[in-house]
């Protein structure tokens, strides 16, 4: 079974400024996606950004990005620019590419709490 | 566009009573539904999901059941609901064709007194 580790529960990044979260996921497979969510006070869940295993390019949005380095299976977001409404909780989630069964659901981190400080 | 809707927002429930929670999506045929429960400042914990109409698996033994009744509707149940069912429940589809990421519900919050 996949797993997937955040190792940071919590973090703290000065406005305008760049921080990284970390997340390692452990898995037999070669093919997969992982995402990264966040969840702000609302507590709805927001896709950040995804990555699939197959592409070997560093996914970006915007102030967001990733460094994917798919032989240490590590799966790191940055942003860039960090905003107020940046401050949330995110996390990482590893999904198969394989159609079966339950390869189809999304295994989670458990979650880095990112506060913005003005 | 598809757009997930979730209800209640909140809810407050007595020990030993029933619980039912509905989450429709819109603008799109045979998704993956999927529910999950998150515990206060915790991560995700699948309970179920759904790959059709009448298909339900369950991830974890509870006092919880699904049932999807029509292809885009996904209830949550429980006939006796307990202190341990309070936490906050969301809701998510992913389009059954294809496995990429998952969107979903702006969640219940759940109270079990």
């Known amino acids: 079974a996949q797993t997937v580790t955040q190792s940071q529960p919590e973090m703290s990044v000065q406005e305008a400024e760049t921080v990284t979260l970390s997340c390692t996921y452990d898995?037999?497979?070669?093919?997969?996606?992982l995402f990264w969510y966040k969840q702000p006070p609302s507590r709805q869940m927001i896709l950040v950004i995804r990555q699939e295993a197959y592409k070997q390019q560093n996914a970006t949005e915007n102030r967001f990005s990733v460094n994917f380095q798919k032989a240490a299976k590590s799966f790191s977001l940055k942003i860039s620019d960090s905003q107020l409404g940046d401050a949330a909780m995110y996390f990482c989630?590893?999904?198969?590419?394989?159609?079966?069964?339950?390869?189809?659901?999304?295994?989670f981190g458990s979650g880095t709490q990112l506060t913005v400080l003005p | 566009s598809q757009t997930i809707h979730q209800w209640p927002a909140t809810l407050v429930q007595p020990v030993g009573s029933p619980l039912s929670l509905e989450c429709t999506v819109e603008g799109t045929s045979n998704p993956n539904l999927y529910w999950y429960r998150q515990a206060a400042g915790r991560g995700l914990q699948l309970l179920f999901y759904?790959?059709?109409?009448?298909?339900i698996s369950s991830e974890v033994p509870q006092n919880l059941s699904a049932s999807r009744p029509q292809d885009r509707q996904f209830i949550l149940s429980s006939k006796k609901l307990l202190l341990s069912d309070s936490g906050f429940y969301l809701c998510a589809w992913s389009p059954g064709h294809l496995n990429t990421e998952a969107f979903f519900g702006q969640g219940t919050r759940l109270t079990v007194v």
């Open positions: 898995t037999s497979e070669s093919d997969y996606y």
């Open positions: 989630a590893y999904r198969s590419s394989d159609f079966g069964g339950s390869a189809r659901q999304l295994t």
């Open positions: 759904s790959v059709g109409i009448g298909q």
